[in-house]
């Protein structure tokens, strides 16, 4: 262990002591998320915690949001870790010399739902969502409206940032075999826009915008064996399309490109999920796969992650890169199929 790792094992140590009143006497490195590095702390009693610490410089006040709106999605019935509050009783975050935490309670034998819907984890996956959409829908900031539709779906957006990624990446040329994929598929997603167009073309035009997650997908959804243990990772309150986040989730690239079965299993699980939350109409939910593979044919990431500095590129990063494109090629090549399915389950 080196001075560093062994500088911050302290003085997380010191925040969970000091600032929540726990006192480990096992502290471990757990799975860490994105942009944060998590532990595994052990009491002599046997309780068992996980500590999310944020980079410095996060806003804590955006992160106290983020694990508020987690608690209060729990207390709406959704399966959410219980977190620890410190021990004034307020905030849900606290730090120390730049080390900042969070800790909830640990979710023991779970695996993410990352290209796991199976069986009946699809509908046990709707009825979750469901519940977090009809629980963040009567949060005082989240009541539903209906709009435009959201800015992952507007391919003008998308043809602004392709071209300036594409413009990028020309200034200075790739240096390594990801850059260069990475380049050559910008350029390919930037002329198959008018694609993405004609997908839209028979999407509602006015979708409904309510409070989410944030960023519902499958690493952030817990299993264990065919329920939803926990949904973690919230975001701090944000409004956007319940459609966008359900299909992040249920059509995640690995479960498309994984099971063949997907689209009967989607039926499935939005089926579940209107049972729970019915406020979404009917061509809402049967648009849910041509906006998600529009919503693919428009996003720059992960394309831009070494020329936005947004951390290493990870051979499972890479990837997930591929798996993205091959994803919204299948979800085209099948849409009819899936929105045959949808409707035949839905009216």
């Known amino acids: 262990m080196t001075i560093s790792s062994r500088a911050r094992l302290d003085r997380v140590t010191f925040v969970l002591a000091g600032e929540f009143g726990i006192v480990p006497s096992s502290l471990a490195e757990g799975p860490s998320g994105t942009a944060t590095r998590n532990y595994l702390a052990e009491t002599d009693t046997g309780e ?31 399966p959410v870790a219980r977190a620890r509050h410190a021990v004034d009783g ?3 975050v606290a730090s120390y010399r730049g080390t900042a935490v969070s800790v909830t309670a640990y979710v023991a034998g779970a695996v993410t739902a990352d290209g796991r819907l ?38 003008a957006r998308a ?8 413009g990028r990446y020309e200034a200075e040329p790739p240096r390594t075999a990801f ?13 198959a826009l008018p694609l993405v167009e004609r997908l839209l073309a028979k999407a509602p035009p006015v979708t409904t915008s309510q409070l989410v997650h944030g960023d519902l997908s499958g690493p952030n959804v817990l299993l264990r064996g065919d329920r939803v243990a926990a949904v973690i990772d919230f975001r701090p309150p944000g409004r956007r ?28 699980l939005v089926a579940a999920y209107r049972e729970l939350h019915p406020t979404p109409p009917v061509e809402e939910l049967v648009s849910v796969v041509r906006l998600t593979a529009a919503y693919l ?26 798996h993205r494109v091959l994803a919204a090629a299948a979800l085209r090549a099948r849409l009819d199929e899936a929105e045959g399915a949808l409707r035949d389950r839905l009216t």
């Open 118 to 155: 199976t069986g009946r984890r699809w509908e046990a996956v709707g009825t979750a969502v469901g519940r977090l959409h009809r629980g963040l829908a009567r949060h005082p900031l989240g009541r539903p409206t209906c709009g435009p539709r959201d800015r992952s779906f507007d391919p």
């Open 297 to 322: 044919g428009c996003t720059v990431y992960p394309l831009n992650t070494v020329v936005d500095g947004l951390g290493p590129v990870t051979p499972s990063l890479e990837a997930y890169a591929e």
């Open 90 to 92: 307020r905030r849900l």
């Open 48 to 78: 068992r915690w996980f500590v999310k610490t944020y980079p410095e410089g996060t806003d804590l006040a955006e992160a106290e949001a983020a694990a508020g709106l987690a608690e209060y999605a729990r207390l709406c019935g959704v």
């Open 179 to 191: 850059e260069r994929w990475a380049a050559e598929a910008a350029r390919e997603r930037l002329a």
């Open 241 to 268: 399309d319940p459609m966008w986040e359900l299909g992040r989730l249920a059509l995640d690239p690995r479960t498309v490109l994984a099971h063949a079965d997907w689209p009967e299993g989607l039926a499935r």
């Open 159 to 166: 043809r602004v940032r392709l071209m300036d990624l594409v």
